[in-house]
């Protein structure tokens, strides 16, 4: 079936270092890739997304390439800062279904 | 932004109870709400996924008479765990969405901790 693969956490970075969470999928189609984002104590939010092969998602400076032919939707961070600690979630969702299944979840803590 | 609640954020019951957990949408009319369950250090896991009005779809191995879940507006879904068992202890999260887009907003989560 469907499914996520993410990086282990946690990722601890000084401030201002440059990230890197890896992430690959297995999907039967051609699917959207998402990142979530949770802050302690708040529910996930949208970071990022991408809908087609090739394109790029970025927020907050935060990106995200799909690329098919490795199957990965890295996110990357040139310069991280302590208010970025939180649980990242990469995710695929299918066209048709709006269901969304997520990897495990990569904590990263930002020291100052 | 799009704001979904949950109620309680937290609860502890005791076995063979049953606790109703709510989930609300603030700001927007969610045509589809799913329910997720999240154990520790693990992903979330769609258990189903309800349209207003409608019978919820759930996923395969959810149990649908241990987990009933009610759509009946379109800021309201709630989700009653059943006879509830220490092993049902987790964390339970809501999402919701406009209907038609791939976009879901999601709650807080609810603990629900079952001596």
């Known amino acids: 079936g469907d499914s996520v693969t993410q990086m282990e956490g946690p990722v601890t970075l000084s401030e201002e270092a440059f990230l890197t969470i890896n992430c690959t999928y297995t999907a039967t189609g051609y699917p959207s890739l998402f990142w979530y984002v949770q802050y302690p104590g708040e529910g996930l939010q949208l970071l990022l997304k991408?809908?087609?092969?090739?394109d790029k998602g970025s927020n907050k400076g935060f990106e995200a390439t799909y690329r098919k032919e490795t199957t990965s939707f890295h996110l990357e961070k040139g310069s991280v800062q302590v208010s970025d600690s939180a649980v990242y979630f990469c995710a695929l969702m299918m066209d048709s279904s709006y269901k969304l299944i997520f990897g495990s979840g990569t904590r990263l803590l930002v020291r100052p | 932004g799009a704001v979904v609640s949950q109620h309680p954020s937290w609860v502890i019951c005791k076995s063979g109870t049953s606790v109703k957990i709510e989930c609300r949408s603030l700001?927007?009319?969610?045509?589809?709400m799913f329910w997720y369950r999240q154990f520790p250090k693990q992903s979330l896991m769609l258990m189903a996924t309800?349209?207003?009005?409608?019978?919820?779809?759930?996923e395969q191995g959810v149990e649908k008479d241990k987990f009933l879940i009610n759509h009946a507006s379109l800021t309201l879904s709630t989700l009653t765990v059943t006879s509830a068992h220490p092993e049902d202890s987790s964390f339970y999260i809501c999402?919701?969405?406009?209907?038609?887009?791939?976009?879901?907003?999601f709650g807080p989560g609810t603990r629900l901790t079952v001596l």
């Open positions: 309800s349209n207003e009005g409608s019978k919820a779809t759930y």
């Open positions: 991408a809908t087609k092969a090739d």
């Open positions: 999402s919701a969405s406009e209907g038609g887009t791939d976009t879901q907003y």
């Open positions: 700001d927007f009319q969610a045509t589809t």
